[in-house]
């Protein structure tokens, strides 16, 4: 009986650690949903203002033609719950009234929104018009501010390197971020009410874009795929409490009855570029970017006592695919602030076990020479007091004078040779610049943004390895990025449907 008891327990607690990872998934998709659809509700009312119950309220997709019905209850109230965004067609309709229609209603992704209809006295074949172009939606249920960037403005606005999201910038409370949204450790690339650029959320299709080990958003679907997206910035609703700055909610396209696509190309060259003005020479730049995008109704296999026959897929299967490659050849520019020359020289004698063979270094600002032969005599005397610090501070000043009399090479590769020489010498590998910090690493990472050759840290230190000396202040940058989305929708009947998206 107690084997019996102890194996009972074993599947007992299997089929609840299975029931409860069931349900912790429903309700993670339900999130999903509720982030990357819109929610509709009203009250239906008579000519006095009266509640009507039991009327039937049925939603339409113009895109699609996927009906969704539903009843008033005994307040008088309808509610549709995760509509994709898009434009529908509502109607409403109870004994003894005419059936009234409201049409080019339309909703947005993350919205809660109100629509109120009142039905007129009549037999039901009557049919009331109404265009949805003259009814406010207003939302009642969310105190969230937010805005919506829809398909018409992605559409007809320029913006340079055709990213959806840089749409956001149209917003007063959004700015851009210094940090790059490319490249290595990126951020959003948006500022949102003031927050970094690592505090935004971006989703897609309710799916988390955010990066889990920078909070930097990843590369985003194709311009010509995103069908709109919100930008909230306060008071957010339950399903985005993921984020302390804003959210950038964005919704791809999802196919239609009608077959639709484009094919697209933009290339920038440089013999259509203007000169940098602070350039020494018009250096390279090829920018390109095509794609294409196809979308419709999904053909699909039906089973029947005659055998399998194909049906066209409208109203029950659709499609979208989008292809983009963007391609750069460009030349990076940097303006370093050399107005008190590159005149200084720092000279390192030989130090035993430190520093074999004395070397002079050049191409130097007076501060970073001042800095380096400073901080030698600061380490020499600490060595004759005995203390080993002194060793740091050393070979701290010899690591940045090789970084800062090598130039635009230090920029490009992110590590010297110079600064690992085989000669014997106690530094380690790579020295550390700052003397109470640990060995680097196999690379210095340096900063992406330009820095003048006169900027200190908060020590008063100089630490710019500024400027690109030997590339004449330009430096190559190469990008080559594939954005692929495919996705697919499925009503299975008229309270379900399946969404698939892959890319």
Known sequence: MKAFH???????GKFSVLALTIFLCAVGAFAQAQAS??????????????????????????????ERSATTNEEGTYQFFALPPGEYEISAEAATFKRTVVSAVRLTVGQSADL????????????????????????????????????????????????????????STVGRDNGRPIGPAPTSGLNIGGQRGRSTLVQVDGSDFTDNSINAA?????????????VATNSYAPEFGRASGGIINVVTKRGTNDFTGNVFGF???KRIQARNPFAPFKSAFTRTQFGGTLGGPLPFLNFGEAGPFATSGKDKNFFFASFERRQRNETGFFTSDVSQGLNGTATIGAIPGLNPTARTFTNLTPQQAAF???????GLQL?????????????????YAFF???????????????????????????????????????????????????????????????PLLNLQRVFPVTDRSNFFSLRTDHNLNKDNQLTFRFG
Not at 116 to 127: H, K, M, R, W, Y
Not at 383 to 399: D, H, T, V, Y
């Open 6 to 12: 102890t194996a009972f327990s074993k599947i007992a």
């Open 37 to 66: 659809t819109a929610d509709l509700r009203g009250l239906i009312t008579d000519p006095s203002g009266a509640i009507v119950p039991g009327a039937t309220v049925t939603v339409r997709s113009a895109a699609t033609g996927i």
């Open 116 to 171: 109120p209809i009142s039905l007129e006295i009549g037999t039901q074949d009557a049919v009331v018009n109404v265009s949805g172009e003259n009814v406010d939606l207003v939302e009642t249920t969310r105190s969230s501010v937010s805005n919506t960037i829809d398909t018409q403005r992605i559409e007809n606005l320029p913006i340079n390197e055709r990213s959806a999201t840089g749409f956001a910038l149209t917003i």
């Open 218 to 230: 990843r590369s985003t679907v194709s311009m010509e795929a995103v069908q709109e997206f919100q």
């Open 267 to 269: 290339i920038r060259d």
């Open 372 to 378: 380096i032969n400073n901080t030698v005599t600061t």
């Open 383 to 399: 060595l004759g007091a005995g203390q080993a610090s002194g060793a740091n501070l050393i070979c701290a000043a010899r690591a």
């Open 404 to 466: 800062a009399s090598s130039g635009g090479q230090t920029g490009l590769t992110g590590s010297n040779t110079l600064v690992t020489p085989n000669d014997g010498s106690g530094c380690p590998a790579i020295s550390p610049i700052l003397p109470t910090s640990p060995v680097i690493g196999s690379r210095f990472i340096l900063s992406g943004a330009p820095v003048p050759v006169g900027t200190q840290n908060a020590q008063g230190q100089f630490i710019a390895f500024r």
